[in-house]
């Protein structure tokens, strides 16, 4: 046996429900009214994929008292999905009691049926512009969407429908990058130069792959744009080994994170520079002599090692091409013997030599 309460809940129920019944048969009516303007935001939409957004069915009454507004909403299930149904404020603005139903969502075949919101309140209607119902979805692939307002039903407070004009929406889902190219392939020196040395590769396939980021030794070093396909590393040192290090980076900014290495040795240097020419006394003095040579044109020159009487004295840089001995005693014989190194440190093994005698 029901309670009072019980009672009451369901005497409750039974009139809601009468309500409902009531608007949904009566709806059908058509009163002499100016058109209902319903719509879904702006007519169109662009959205990042993976995003959530909300669309609010819109309705302008247009000067006609309305208390109750149904629709039903159609959308591309492959792009979008629905994910809640609220209720506005066309209703609950005019401080007046509704019931409101977020209708049946069927993200598999993309339609959302059946919302409804009606006014309970005997005799209340609204004349003003508000939100029947906000719709969050979700922005699930790329691609576009159309969303179509279907049997759609706006009534006034004696339950005769009233004309309305719909705007529908499209909805644009559009795909950010965050997917960087692939790696280089075939990374290797095509060359064995004392100088320099020269990577080559094969570009990634993607479409849109920009450039690669060059290292040398760790140091950064320049970006090799699409289609280049190789590096020259040039002033480096004989025999010495060096390590390319690539990333690849594409239209959008995105860098592969995976290093494609490769180290390769300069062709050591085993030949020593020419010898000086030309090596003369520029003086004839009691206690000095000064002696004057031409520089070999070996790039790879450094210096001239000196010697006095077989006695090592110092080194003339590369440009100098002068060494001065002091201190000399008058009418003695001094000869000067030369060596010449590289910036590899090869030393040329055949003395040029000079002798000349200090003034009595």
């Given amino acids: 046996m029901m309670s009072r309460s019980q009672k009451k809940a369901q005497t409750v129920y039974t009139d809601l429900t009468f309500l409902v019944a009531i608007f949904l048969i009566l709806s059908a009516g058509i ?38 507004a149904q629709f039903n909403l159609i959308f591309d299930a492959s792009v979008l999905d629905v ?149 020259n590393a040039s002033g480096l040192s004989p025999g010495s080994l060096y390590t390319i290090s690539t990333k690849t980076s594409d239209s959008s900014g995105n860098i592969n994170s995976a290093w494609v290495n490769h180290s390769a040795r300069t062709n050591p240097d085993i030949y020593p520079p020419t010898g000086i020419r030309s090596l003369k006394n520029s003086t004839y003095a009691q206690k000095y002599i000064n002696w004057t040579w031409t520089d070999p044109v070996d790039a790879d020159f450094a210096k001239v090692m000196i010697y006095l009487n077989g006695v090592y004295k110092t080194t003339a840089l590369k440009g100098v091409r002068y060494y001065n001995a002091t201190g000399l005693r008058a009418g003695y014989l001094y000869a000067i013997s030369t060596r010449t190194v590289d910036s590899s440190g090869n030393t040329n093994q055949t003395w040029v030599n000079h002798s000349t005698r200090t003034k009595y």
């Fill in 83 to 231: 994910k809640s149904i609220t209720e506005g404020n066309l209703f609950k603005n005019a401080g007046v009691k509704t019931i409101f139903d977020n209708g049946t969502t069927n993200n598999s075949d993309g339609s959302l049926v059946n919302v409804w919101s009606l006014i309970i309140s005997p005799g209340a209607s609204v004349t003003a512009k508000g939100t029947l119902a906000s719709i969050t979805m979700y922005a699930k692939n790329i691609g576009t969407s159309k969303l179509n307002l279907t049997n759609v039903m706006i009534s006034n407070t004696s339950s005769l429908s009233i004309p309305a004009g719909k705007t529908n929406l499209l909805v644009s889902v559009y795909g950010i990058d965050y997917t960087p190219p692939a790696s280089v392939r075939s990374l290797r020196n095509i060359t064995y130069k004392q100088r320099y040395i020269t990577w080559r590769w094969t570009d990634p396939v993607d479409a849109d792959f920009k450039d690669v980021m060059i290292y040398l030794n760790g140091v950064f070093k320049t970006r090799v744009k699409k289609g280049v396909k190789q590096y």
């Fill in 31 to 68: 009163g002499a009214a100016s058109p209902v303007g319903i719509s879904v935001n702006t007519p169109s939409l662009s959205i990042e994929k993976g995003k959530d957004f909300t669309v609010n069915i819109s309705v302008d009454p247009a000067y006609n008292s309305i208390s109750s």
